[in-house]
């Protein structure tokens, strides 16, 4: 059985695309552009494609299987993290709450930075899930 996975650099490379594209809407007042990355990650979501992760991957120097893998359904989790912080981003921006869109869509940039400092904020949020569900499955 062999683990689904994704190559680091189309993850980072998504990654990057969010902070890029939230700190570009804050400078710009173009709200809009959050709808970018949302786009993207409803895509990858829904249709397994993410146009990003596509793009990026045409780059790839090396094999897909010589980079450093990442969890597949790992990065599902974050990635639905992230699309339902920008769809909140978004739909705040859209009915004038500039503040709570500004709150929204700096959560996942935040935590899409410093995933690419080297902590993933949706693995330990998922492990510690995991682990409660596990409490709750030995005390029943």
């Not at 990442?70 to 699309?83: G, H, K, M, R, T």
């Amino acid at each position: 059985m062999s683990v689904k996975s994704i190559p680091q650099p189309l993850v980072r490379t998504n990654q990057w695309f969010i902070v890029i594209s939230v700190v570009s809407a804050w400078i710009t007042g173009f709200e809009w552009i959050v709808a970018l990355p949302l786009a993207a990650g409803l895509s990858g979501i829904l249709f397994g494609f993410n146009p990003v992760m596509r793009i990026a991957k045409l780059f790839l120097q090396k094999p897909s299987s010589a980079y450093i893998p990442e969890d597949w359904e790992q990065q599902q989790f974050n990635q639905f993290i992230a699309v339902a912080c920008l769809t909140g981003g978004l739909l705040s921006y859209l009915t004038g709450f500039m503040g709570l869109g500004h709150f929204f869509t700096g959560m996942v940039a935040l935590a899409a930075f410093i995933a690419i400092l080297g902590f993933c904020v949706g693995c330990f949020i998922r492990f510690q899930l995991g682990k409660l569900r596990s409490r709750r499955a030995t005390s029943n």
